[in-house]
């Protein structure tokens, strides 16, 4: 492995978005914009994205599409140095909320696409005295070993996502009876997502996304069904000028109220508007085969 891959890690990973977090908020979110400018940064989380997102018309203007992309995924990286430096209340005043979370004491379930960044979003969910476990694969150590920085920087991700719901990841495989031990304590709670890519999950259901049929995953709305839990989605993205962090929460839906598939195109549907508002922060389009493998009609 060269040392310009390790000196990129470095820079990306670590220096250019731990330096942001130490700036005023203002400030850092100002050279946040301006650094998502250098086209070298984050290339590999932009091959091929303008590409996918130009599929379904998302890409009228390319550069501007991989600027806002890198700013999300360096937002990202930034994320989880301000989650760790940084108070409920420094956070809470960085965000502007629409919708609250449930207070009856009644359990609910968080469910979220990958559009923007989630961590803020999770601390702010913690800090109204909720304990949430963020549902996921585990991480592919061995795919990551020759790339040290990398690699670090994975599990710190995975360290600040637990940090900042104050509970424990439950990961894939034996997943179900963690969840439902977990809703036991009225101020639990857990989150995942619905948008994970088809190849890589089995419990799905059809859904139609961009007027093309796609599927997807079904488990956690399933097991609400099953439990009783109610279904709030969560999004956290940027407004128009990339000056402000949105948190958006929407109302709960029961998922007991209707057919599991009317509630899944609902859920598609949501996705669906947040993606048409802000294409670059949804984390799949260069991926997008995995969820329509046939080209479009």
């Known amino acids: ?18 330096t942001i977090a130490l700036l005023p908020f203002r400030a850092g979110l100002a050279v946040a914009r301006a650094v998502a400018r250098i086209p070298w940064l984050y290339r590999q989380y932009t091959a091929g994205f303008a590409e996918g997102a130009a599929r379904f018309g998302f890409a009228s203007d390319p550069v501007a599409l991989l600027r806002r992309r ?9 994320d989880v140095y301000w989650t760790r430096w940084r108070s409920d209340a420094w956070i809470d005043r960085q965000l502007t909320v629409q919708g609250d ?5 009644k359990p609910f379930v968080v469910l979220f696409v990958h559009w923007g960044n989630g961590l803020f979003g999770i601390r702010h969910l913690a800090s109204r005295g909720f304990r949430a476990s963020f549902i996921s694969r585990t991480i592919d150590d061995d795919a990551l070993r020759p790339f040290p920085v990398a690699r670090w920087y994975s599990r710190a991700q995975f360290a600040a996502i637990a940090r900042s719901g104050r509970a424990e990841t439950i990961y894939w495989g034996g997943a179900k009876a963690k969840i439902i031990d977990a809703l036991r304590d009225p101020r639990r709670t857990v989150i995942g997502a619905i948008d994970v890519p088809p190849t890589e999950i089995h419990s799905l259901s059809p859904v139609t996304l961009f007027g093309q049929p796609t599927h997807f995953t079904h488990g956690l709305v399933q097991l609400a069904r099953d439990q009783g839990w109610r279904l709030v989605p969560m999004h956290l993205g940027l407004d128009a000028a990339a000056r402000t962090r949105m948190l958006r929460i929407d109302a709960p839906i029961d998922p007991a109220a209707e057919p599991l598939e009317h509630t899944m195109q609902r859920l ?19 991926w997008i085969v995995k969820f329509f493998p046939e080209p479009r009609g």
């Not at 492995?1 to 731990?18: F, K, N, Q, Y």
């Not at 890198?70 to 930034?78: E, G, K, N, P, S």
């Not at 979370?101 to 004491?105: K, R």
């Open 1 to 18: 492995m060269s040392w310009s891959t390790h000196v990129r890690d470095a820079i990306e990973c670590v220096l250019v978005p731990a």
């Open 70 to 78: 890198r700013l999300y995924v360096l937002l990202d990286h930034a």
């Open 101 to 105: 979370w449930p207070s009856d004491g």
């Open 268 to 286: 598609a549907d949501l996705t669906g508007e947040r993606i048409a508002a802000d294409p670059a922060a949804w984390w799949f389009w260069a």
